[in-house]
């Protein structure tokens, strides 16, 4: 073979490989098996609310390249056949609510309940998740004291209709936040004595914060994570048969070790039950 042939095969070789690969992520299945009709033509735009290690990692849009969510959509973008996921962080609350636009899918570690399926569409489920609580290490929180406590939820999350209307927290005793960070800073601060958010997610800031925070509890409320579609979207049944496929052929269960069992610092299964 000469040369010239050898350098022309090293580069189709590299084209393929690039082309094989979205971010830092390992792509399965078959390229372009479903077609859908995208938001904006060759690409698949995801919003999610950041920041979120583990499932998003990098700080802005523009820098993230992996993650468990992240991933998860760059399979989903392969399998419809693009080669490009582009990200979009949005409010949680106005996600939720049905009011952001312009579009294909949305993957925010966003439960799945009947109030939400009023304003938008959910996919199959692709992980489960109960309310974790989240406190300063050495913080004691049981069933007796917890209505005693502050407490930190975010904004148009389940954990607020939870604190409210299951465990009956005084309202005076509960602070609602917009976003994460400045919940757990609160935490931090002292202005909050617990915070409550989906055990998956506390387990990673657990895990971030050095021993400064620990997750001591959770309630079992059979909360799973779905993707968010805009309402009535056509490409609703061609993302639930991908999502599907992905659960059926262990790409969800890899992705889950891959990029979440290490974030979380623990097994979830482990945390103790407490009785609302």
Excluded: H
Excluded at 62 to 86: H, M, P, W
Excluded at 122 to 132: I, T, V
Aim: hydrophobic share 40%; with cysteine.
């Amino acid at each position: 073979m000469s040369k010239k042939w050898v350098v022309l095969l090293a580069l189709a070789v590299a084209s393929l490989s690039l082309a094989q690969k979205i971010g830092d992520c390992e792509l399965t299945g078959k390229k372009g098996e479903f077609s859908i009709k995208p938001a904006v033509p060759g690409q698949l735009t995801v919003q999610t609310n950041l920041p979120a290690p583990g499932w998003w990692n990098g700080d802005t849009p523009q820098t993230i390249k992996s993650g468990f969510e992240y991933c998860l959509a760059a399979n989903i973008a392969y399998r419809a056949g693009l080669d490009k996921v582009v990200v979009q962080n949005v409010s949680f609350d106005a996600l939720v609510a049905g009011q952001t636009k312009a579009f294909d899918i949305a993957l925010s570690q966003v439960t799945i309940t009947e109030e939400r399926k009023k304003v938008v569409d959910f996919s199959p489920p692709y992980f489960s998740s109960d309310q974790g609580l989240l406190v300063r290490k050495g913080t004691k929180v049981n069933s007796s004291n917890i209505k005693n406590l502050k407490i930190g939820v975010q904004q148009g999350t389940t954990a607020v209709d939870f604190v409210k209307n299951v465990l009956k927290v005084p309202s005076a005793n509960v602070r609602v936040f917009p976003d994460t960070p400045n919940m757990f800073t609160a935490l931090q601060a002292r202005q909050v004595d617990v915070v409550m958010l989906d055990t998956a997610i506390v387990l990673v800031q657990a895990a971030k914060s050095n021993g400064a925070l620990e997750v001591v509890g959770q309630y079992k409320t059979g909360e799973s994570y779905g993707a968010i579609y805009p309402k009535g979207s056509p490409n609703r049944a061609t993302f639930d048969r991908i999502i599907q496929a992905l659960n059926a052929d262990g790409t969800i269960k890899k992705l889950t070790q891959t990029y979440l069992a290490k974030e979380f610092g623990g097994d979830p299964t482990a945390i103790p039950y407490l009785k609302p």
